[in-house]
């Protein structure tokens, strides 16, 4: 499975991006959303079951962030409104069989998008 995460950029606080995650190959995996921001460790975002079933998300993000997925395209999105400058992060795909929550619950990893929130 490789992953092509897109859709970054510049916005301003309370602004709105989308960021979207094309999967190459089938995938029974769960998916998610990492995010890393300068010096500091990888943090969970937000999952999605293999069948969409089931949604999961870090507090920081309830009510702002919302995870899709749309397995005919083989792809999941994170569609991210009211962004705040703490936003601010790489943002990465994720795709696994493992722990929701876990950095190691994926095997599979896109290459990052920025993101980036001013103030």
């Known amino acids: 499975v490789q992953l092509q995460a897109s859709g970054g950029g510049l916005v301003q606080a309370w602004g709105f991006l989308s960021l979207p995650c094309p999967a190459s190959?089938?995938?029974?995996?769960?998916y998610a959303w990492f995010r890393q921001a300068p010096g500091k460790e990888r943090k969970f975002v937000a999952a999605i079951s293999w069948r969409g079933y089931s949604t999961y998300y870090a507090d920081f993000v309830k009510g702002r962030f919302t995870i899709s997925r749309d397995n005919a395209k083989n792809t999941v999105s994170l569609q991210m409104n009211s962004l705040k400058p703490e936003d601010t992060a790489v943002y990465y795909c994720?795709?696994?069989?493992?722990?929701?929550?876990?950095?190691?619950?994926?095997?599979?990893w896109g290459q990052g998008t920025q993101v980036t929130v001013s103030s």
């Open positions: 994720a795709a696994g069989r493992g722990s929701y929550y876990d950095t190691r619950g994926y095997d599979y």
């Open positions: 190959g089938r995938s029974f995996s769960n």
